[in-house]
């Protein structure tokens, strides 16, 4: 399996494990699952143009490349929000509702960024 389609796999695993877990009241994992997603995503975009990310500042530095690329704003602010349920893992400060929020913001960021890119002309 190659890298991109590991961490595309790995992308979409986490939205589910996600789901699951809020489900079942475990609001940080859920969270923890949520920036999970996030960071898969983008080192999977990166991959496919042979860009390894390898430290959480190059994933935010590369999510900021990206919103303005793609000239979507919103994506860096989708990354900050993600970024904020890796805080929240150890902080236990967000509730069920705001990870929801965050979840379901992730889910449709990761579904755009693992579209496959349309071939040069």
């Avoid at 959480?56 to 970024?83: C, I, N």
Wanted: hydrophobic share 45%; net charge positive; glycine share 4%.
């Amino acid at each position: 399996m190659s890298t991109v389609a590991q961490y595309s796999a790995r992308a979409k695993s986490y939205v589910v494990n996600a789901r699951h877990l809020l489900s079942t009241g475990e609001v940080e994992k859920a969270g923890e699952c949520v920036w999970g997603a996030m960071a898969q995503a983008l080192k999977a975009r990166a991959a496919m143009a042979s860009s390894p990310l390898r430290s959480h500042a190059l994933l935010r530095k590369y999510a900021g490349s990206l919103a303005d690329e793609m000239h979507r704003p919103e994506l860096f602010q989708d990354f900050l929000a993600a970024e904020q349920m890796h805080t929240n893992f150890y902080e236990a400060t967000l509730e069920r509702e705001d990870v929801a929020r965050v979840l379901e913001r992730t889910a449709l960021v990761v579904e755009r960024l693992l579209r496959p890119r349309a071939a040069p002309a």
